[in-house]
């Protein structure tokens, strides 16, 4: 069966309750600090990952008594702990979505990581000031539930064409060096025939 992988990481001072929705199909990964939320809301845990350096012992025992699989990394290790998730989902599991809940505010150099690891991995990431994901050539009919969207191109993007929002592009060739399409606004369609799109849904704090 397919699952919907939803993954809470960290820092732990996020308030998702606008943004998750239990679903049947859902399996649940606390990535260090974010698995503080799921206790937060009481969830049982399918899998949690990380080498739990933010977490105290009276927080861990809670976690091993509700969670089904603990995946404990060493301190120095090469990847960071939302990666090593990504990665063993990636290869381990049959699914079909993955969200990412966090990831996005606190250090830059991990946000920076986190959108490297969009375009490898295909996840949304977002908290409750932004939707973050990555589109591949083809027509996509995007829904902007934020202020603002922006554009920017992972992979050079050719003949990128937006159509509906406030500004709209025609034919255009989007460079990885290019920030022509920030803040724009609306929804509508997006369609282009080569490279990588990563969309950014932001408002205002």
């Given amino acids: 069966m397919f699952k919907k ?7 732990n001072n996020y308030d998702f309750r606008k943004l998750y929705f239990e679903e049947a199909d859902e399996f649940l990964v606390g990535v260090d600090s974010g698995l503080e939320y799921l206790l937060d809301i009481d969830k049982q845990i399918d899998l949690a990952i990380g080498d ?33 998730a990504l990665e063993y989902i990636y290869n381990n599991m049959a699914y079909d979505s993955i969200q990412v ?11 920076l990581a986190n959108l490297n ?10 908290d409750n000031n932004h939707i973050i994901f990555v589109l591949g050539k083809g027509k996509h009919e ?3 539930y934020k202020k603002y969207i922006s554009f920017f191109a992972t992979e050079d993007v050719y003949g990128l064409t937006l159509t ?9 060739y989007l460079s990885t060096n290019d920030s022509l399409c920030v803040s ?8 282009f025939n080569k490279g990588k799109l990563l969309v950014v849904m932001s408002d205002d704090r």
């Fill in 5 to 11: 992988i939803k993954i809470f990481a960290g820092p």
């Fill in 52 to 84: 739990f350096d933010s977490i105290n012992q009276d927080i861990f025992i809670k976690i091993k008594r509700k969670c089904n699989q603990i995946i404990k990394l060493e301190k120095n290790k090469n990847m960071t702990d939302l990666a090593f």
């Fill in 101 to 111: 809940f966090g990831g996005i505010s606190g250090r830059i150099d991990h946000l």
């Fill in 117 to 126: 690891l969009i375009a490898k991995y295909n996840f949304s990431l977002r």
């Fill in 142 to 144: 995007i829904k902007n």
């Fill in 164 to 172: 509906g929002f406030k500004f709209d592009l025609d034919s255009y």
């Fill in 184 to 191: 724009n606004e609306g929804s509508g369609l997006v369609e």
